[in-house]
């Protein structure tokens, strides 16, 4: 793996560790490597947002269930 290139991906289930939206759980949308940040999804009142982190405030987490628990929000335009 070259040093420049993220250990994340989209698609990938984190929970975030710090900032306002600490200890939430979304699903990654976006990576961007030059910045070190990523665009995850996360469920605030039942309705899927983006927000923008750094990637050291994330960890990955894999769920017991076979899917995310809130795909329904993720299809909605």
Excluded: C, W
Aim: proline share 4%.
């Amino acid at each position: 793996m070259l040093a420049s290139e993220s250990s994340f991906h989209p698609g990938e289930t984190v929970r975030i560790k710090a900032g306002a939206f600490s200890a939430f759980i979304g699903r990654i949308e976006r990576v961007d490597d030059e910045n070190l940040t990523l665009e995850v999804r996360v469920t605030i009142f039942g309705r899927a947002h983006p927000v923008n982190i750094k990637q050291q405030d994330a960890e990955k987490i894999k769920l017991t269930n076979s899917s995310y628990p809130f795909d329904n929000n993720f299809n909605r335009n």
